[in-house]
């Protein structure tokens, strides 16, 4: 992959077009596709991370477009994704409680 190109959402040519400028691009192959998305994630979620408060949201939005693309390239949709996840939530807690683990403390044996 050469550097200073990335996966960009699939309107943007028909936008740079539209800007008088010509793009110049090309389809990715599926592995190559795959590993741009991993890209891309990691991008999205550092704006993420920098982002100020009020354009955080908006970064949220990118992260989980790229997060629906890539269960789509593995076959899952957003609905099997999201029955996924609640079925987790249900299992083990989402993060609404906030509780952090200092640690565990070891099982107490007694009547040795």
Known sequence: MNPGEKLVRDRIPELIRANGEV?????ADPSEYRQRLRDKLTEEVDEYLTAADEQAVEELA???EVVYALAADLGVGKEELEKL?????DQRGAFNDRVVLRGVMPRVRRGS
Do not use: G, T
């Open 23 to 27: 793009p110049i691009s090309h389809q």
């Open 85 to 89: 996840r609640r079925a987790k939530a």
């Open 62 to 64: 990118d992260v989980l």
